[in-house]
């Protein structure tokens, strides 16, 4: 079974900055867009940035023009570099991707990572 794997969570000063990394345990045959979520303790989970394979990106509001989402198409990467972070970022960041795993395949179906920690914090 195929799973997202991210890395690269911590515990950071307000200001500071953090890079995540993620990608399929195994092979894909496909992946379509990739993206960033978080969820913080009592609220729902939100959209933090996305991409396509084409390389369009979409932001959410809370973070624009401080985060910015790249991917790795040969490496089947997605990454999001997080600047100027600030205590209200601290959350569980969850990677999400649509991916066929077989040629077969007639749909993209969505995974998602277990989620990692970024903690935001003097």
């Known amino acids: 079974q195929v799973q997202l794997v991210e890395s690269g969570g911590g515990l950071v000063q307000p200001g500071g900055s953090l890079r995540l990394s993620c990608a399929p345990s195994?092979?894909?045959?496909?992946?379509?867009?990739m993206g960033w979520y978080r969820q913080a303790p009592g609220k729902q989970r939100e959209l933090v940035a996305s991409?396509?394979?084409?390389?369009?990106?979409n932001y959410g509001d809370s973070v624009n023009g401080r985060f910015t989402i790249s991917r790795d198409n040969a490496k089947n990467t997605v990454f999001l570099q997080m600047s100027s972070l600030q205590p209200e970022d601290t959350a569980v960041y969850y990677c999400?991707?649509?991916?066929?795993?077989?040629?077969?395949?007639?749909?993209?179906?969505?995974?998602w990572g277990q989620g990692t920690q970024v903690t935001v914090s003097s």
């Open positions: 999400n991707a649509n991916m066929k795993r077989w040629p077969s395949n007639p749909y993209y179906s969505s995974y």
């Open positions: 195994g092979n894909v045959f496909s992946i379509s867009a």
């Open positions: 991409i396509t394979s084409g390389g369009s990106t």
